[in-house]
């Protein structure tokens, strides 16, 4: 058995058994193949997103998002702005203990320019029903170019542990038919 000590005291310049050899071999090629198909899978799969990142303080990551809050809000919800900014422009979502602010609304076929950053520590941005999941650090502004092609209400979760509150931290996005509001 695997949790007993080996039989000879020298045991590291015995023959590797043929059996694990093989497991070697398929388990190194397996991973090589699980590598190259990342990228692959990010040409193709539609999964792996191209971001880009910038170092920002957070200070003004958050003066960015309070000035397009201030400028597009068109509702509210549990205190939460809804905010629908014009599209093709920057929209900025922050994270923080424990929420998601604002919530946004955003037009069908159109194309964003996302923002993500936190204001504290680290967070994880993972978009309900679909498989996008990023890490969102304080001091990183992470930017995705977006076209949301499905209407509808869209959950963010977090999903690195934050804290007491990390399950409370839900935040939204609505995606609207082109030229509608509210
Ligand atoms: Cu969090």
């Given at each position: 058995?695997?949790?007993?000590?080996?039989?000879?005291?020298?045991?590291?310049?015995?023959?590797?058994?043929?059996?694990?050899?093989?497991?070697?071999?398929?388990?190194?090629?397996?991973?090589?193949?699980?590598?190259?198909?990342?990228?692959?899978?990010?040409?193709?799969?539609?999964?792996?997103?191209?971001?880009?990142?910038?170092?920002?303080?957070?200070?003004?990551?958050?003066?960015?998002?309070?000035?397009?809050?201030?400028?597009?809000?068109v509702g509210e919800e549990?205190?939460?702005p809804v905010v629908?900014?014009?599209?093709?422009?920057?929209?900025?979502?922050?994270?923080?203990?424990?929420?998601?602010?604002?919530i946004?609304e955003?037009?069908?076929?159109?194309?964003?320019?996302?923002?993500?950053?936190?204001?504290?520590?680290?967070?994880?941005?993972?978009?309900?029903?679909?498989?996008?999941?990023?890490?969102?650090?304080?001091?990183?502004?992470?930017?995705?170019?977006?076209?949301?092609?499905?209407?509808?209400?869209?959950?963010?979760?977090?999903?690195?542990?934050?804290?007491?509150?990390?399950?409370?931290?839900?935040?939204?996005?609505?995606?609207?038919?082109?030229?509608?509001?509210?």
């Open positions: 058995m695997a949790i007993t000590p080996p039989e000879q005291r020298i045991w590291w310049n015995e023959p590797v058994e043929r059996g694990e050899i093989v497991w070697i071999i398929i388990a190194f090629v397996w991973g090589l193949v699980m590598f190259f198909m990342m990228i692959w899978w990010h040409f193709t799969g539609q999964q792996n997103l191209s971001n880009e990142a910038y170092r920002i303080d957070p200070a003004v990551f958050g003066e960015r998002t309070d000035a397009m809050v201030e400028q597009y809000t549990a205190g939460i629908h900014p014009p599209p093709g422009s920057d929209v900025y979502m922050l994270s923080r203990l424990w929420e998601w602010w604002p946004l955003l037009e069908k076929d159109q194309s964003y320019r996302l923002h993500l950053s936190s204001m504290d520590w680290q967070h994880g941005f993972s978009l309900q029903p679909t498989n996008i999941n990023l890490q969102v650090h304080p001091g990183y502004d992470m930017v995705l170019t977006v076209t949301p092609d499905q209407a509808g209400e869209f959950s963010v979760v977090c999903n690195e542990f934050c804290g007491i509150g990390h399950h409370t931290m839900v935040g939204k996005i609505y995606v609207v038919e082109p030229g509608q509001v509210g």
